[in-house]
């Protein structure tokens, strides 16, 4: 069973970057790990996926030109760059562990199993 720990989130001002950091304590060298965020009265939104190892990762419309998800390698943390962040990247970030949806990472917050904790982000303008 997969424990993941988010790190990293903080207060920052519009324009700024954060990274956020996701270690991950499995027996499994091979998974998908996607990065979602919530704000408090919504669904949680997808930002992106890796499937670690590969080095090929999706991302949201909203987060593509200012986001950059990265690994070392399969054992390494995963990270979650943000830059020119927006006051609307307000939220709890959250990175999740599972498996292969068909060929690639799944997108909806069903189609992982583990769940960090989760790190709050906020900027303001």
């Known amino acids: 069973q997969a424990q993941l720990v988010e790190s990293g989130g903080g207060s920052v001002q519009a324009g700024g970057s954060l990274r956020l950091s996701c270690t991950i304590s499995?027996?499994?060298?091979?998974?998908?790990v996607g990065w979602f965020r919530q704000t408090p009265g919504t669904e949680r939104e997808g930002v992106g996926n890796?499937?670690?190892?590969?080095?090929?990762?999706y991302y949201a419309d909203f987060a593509k030109g200012r986001f950059v998800i990265s690994q070392s390698d399969y054992k390494s943390p995963v990270y979650l760059q943000m830059n020119s962040l927006k006051p609307e990247d307000t939220a709890m970030y959250y990175c999740a562990a599972g498996p292969l949806v068909g060929p690639n990472c799944g997108r909806l917050e069903s189609h992982y199993n583990f769940w960090g904790q989760g790190t709050q982000v906020t900027v303001s303008s």
């Open positions: 499995d027996n499994y060298p091979r998974y998908c």
């Open positions: 890796i499937y670690t190892g590969t080095g090929y990762p």
